[in-house]
């Protein structure tokens, strides 16, 4: 018989209680509660947006710059 429903479902109570939300796994969680999850949305969204722009390989090697730029910032604000 195929299991359809998660065991031990991970939620996430914030503002004191009045809001829970489920989660898909700790990192989810840990994102959450840290309120990280819109940042990780907007990354996505702007993520999105330069590759869109990636008509020729040369436009790649350009976004490509700038994303591991990015990137390389955020690992450096992590690090501190």
Known sequence: MPITKKLNPLYVVSKNGKDVESAANLFDVFLKKTGLDQVVNLLE????????????????????????????????????
């Open 45 to 80: 969204i702007v993520i999105a947006e330069l590759l869109a722009q990636v008509k020729s390989y040369a436009v790649f090697i350009e976004v490509k710059k700038m994303i591991d730029n990015l990137l390389s910032a955020i690992l450096a604000i992590i690090a501190l």
